[in-house]
C-alpha cells in the first residue's frame, strides 16, 4: 500500500466496506485470513480510515472495533448492490467510498484521489477503470445515487456495473492517474480463491 502523510482529522465522508458473499471459492470465510499478517478486512479498513470519519460493514462478516454493522436491507436478497443499497442508506455524510472487503492492497492515496476528484468536479461517481474494465466497488460515490440503486434492484438487477450505466454522464472514469499509486492490476484485485491468497501473500512479502 502506499503511504503518505495521514489526515490527523478526516474529511466528511463515509467508508462502506461490503462484508457479504458466500467465500464460496476460498472454501471458508474469507476476510479474517491473513495477508502480510494482517486480516484481510483489517487491511481495507486502514485503507479507508484516514479518509473517512466513519466506516459501515455491510453484510455478514467479521465486525471490526470502531466499525458499524450495517444489515442487508432485501432478506435473501445477496449481491454487491444490494450491499451498497443499505450502506449508502446507513451514511451520514454526503461523499462515501465503497470498497469490498477482499481487496488487501487498495491504496489509501487513491481513496483520498477518489473522494477528492467527486467534490472538486460535482459528480455523482468516480471510478477506476482499467484496460477497459471498471470497478465500481473500489470507487467514491455521491450518497445521492441511493434511489438509482434502490430503483435497479427492484427491477431485479444485481450487477454493480450497472449503475454506472444508469448514472451516465455524472460518472467520470479515472484512468491516467492509477499508476500514481502503484500498479493497479495489483491492488484492484480481490482475494476470491486459495490461489489468490496465496498470490497475495508473496505479493505481501511472505515466504511460502
Known amino acids: 500500500m502506499t503511504g503518505g502523510p495521514e489526515r490527523a482529522d478526516p474529511p466528511e465522508a463515509t467508508g462502506i466496506i461490503l462484508t457479504g458473499g458466500k467465500s464460496s471459492r476460498m472454501g471458508r470465510e474469507k476476510l479474517t485470513l491473513r495477508v502480510g499478517g494482517v486480516p484481510l478486512i483489517s487491511r481495507v479498513h486502514d485503507a479507508l480510515a484516514p479518509h473517512c470519519r466513519e466506516i459501515l460493514l455491510v453484510g455478514d462478516g467479521p465486525d471490526l472495533p470502531g466499525a458499524q454493522r450495517v444489515p442487508d436491507l432485501r432478506e435473501g436478497r445477496e449481491g454487491p448492490l444490494a450491499g451498497l443499497e443499505a450502506g449508502l442508506g446507513a451514511a451520514s455524510s454526503r461523499r462515501v467510498f465503497v470498497a469490498a472487503g477482499d481487496m488487501p492492497f487498495v491504496p489509501r492515496d487513491l481513496v483520498g484521489f477518489l473522494l477528492d476528484r467527486l467534490r472538486s468536479r460535482d459528480l455523482r461517481a468516480a471510478v477506476p477503470r482499467r484496460a477497459g474494465r471498471v470497478h465500481p466497488l473500489c470507487a467514491a460515490y455521491d450518497r445521492g ?64
Open 145 to 208: 445515487v441511493l434511489p438509482d440503486v434502490t430503483r435497479l434492484l427492484d427491477a431485479g438487477t444485481r450487477a454493480a456495473w450497472r449503475l454506472l450505466d444508469e448514472l451516465g454522464a455524472g460518472v467520470e472514469y479515472v484512468e491516467e492517474e492509477l499508476e500514481r499509486f502503484g500498479d493497479p492490476d495489483v491492488y484492484l484485485t480481490n482475494v476470491n480463491a486459495p490461489e489468490d491468497l496465496a498470490r497475495a501473500r508473496w505479493l505481501a512479502g511472505e515466504e511460502g
